[in-house]
């Protein structure tokens, strides 16, 4: 009865997928950046928010991704090279004074829906690898709830690895964290480039 509904195989090889191109841990040091300067209760709202976001992205493009880039004739590399654009603005505010300057309390809750919850985490490769699933299910049924299932179980570990970086700031201190957010601006501004790059080589072999 349980096979009818839900493929275990799948569900597996989905959570393992997504969690994997998500990287939770990899994730960590540039919440830590951007939520430097909030409350414990603020950080844990942020980590709430951005896994929220992230899920919600990632399963409405489940179900209708397809359709929403069709309508729009948006293909997957610029999907790729928008959000790449995207996290290189970020990283160049983390690298100057402006991630210094104490942003109002709209901005610091923002930075946990963008670029945190997507593109960051939410990308165009968690997202095309849940569209990927739902179509190598044998039924759509089983394709939707074994893919949903497991997307489910990778925001879980998701938030749970957002809040317990909350005891890593309390470790570090503000100090600590400043220049950890210098450090994790650069590495997220190559993370944008090869982004860029992929998509854009994507882009010209579909093109050409």
């Avoid at 569900?11 to 430097?36: C, K, R, W």
């Avoid at 919600?56 to 489940?62: G, Q």
């Avoid at 809040?163 to 650069?186: M, N, P």
């Amino acid at each position: 009865m349980l096979d009818a509904v839900i493929s275990l195989p799948l569900l597996a090889t989905s959570f393992t997928t997504i969690l994997v191109i998500q990287d939770p841990l990899g994730a960590v040091p540039i919440f830590l950046s951007l939520t430097g300067r909030q409350s414990a209760r603020e950080r844990a709202r942020s980590a709430a928010q951005a896994t929220f976001l992230s899920f919600s992205v990632i399963l409405v493009f489940t179900f209708f991704g397809r359709y929403i880039l069709k309508f729009l004739g948006i293909s997957v590399p610029a999907l790729q090279i928008s959000g790449g654009l995207l996290l290189l603005l970020v990283a160049l505010e983390l690298l100057t004074d402006k991630a210094d300057e104490g942003p109002d309390p709209s901005a610091t809750a923002n930075v946990a829906l963008v670029p945190l919850g997507t593109p960051l985490l939410a990308g165009p490769g968690a997202i095309v690898a849940s569209m990927v699933a739902v179509e190598s299910a044998p039924t759509a049924t089983v394709g939707w709830v074994s893919v949903t299932v497991a997307i489910v179980l990778t925001h879980v570990v998701i938030w749970a690895t957002l809040r317990a970086s909350l005891t890593l700031h309390r470790v570090l201190g503000e100090s600590r964290i400043l220049v950890l957010t210098r450090i994790f601006g650069l590495l997220l501004a190559a993370i944008a480039v090869q982004m860029i790059g992929d998509g854009m080589t994507a882009y010209i072999q579909e093109t050409f």
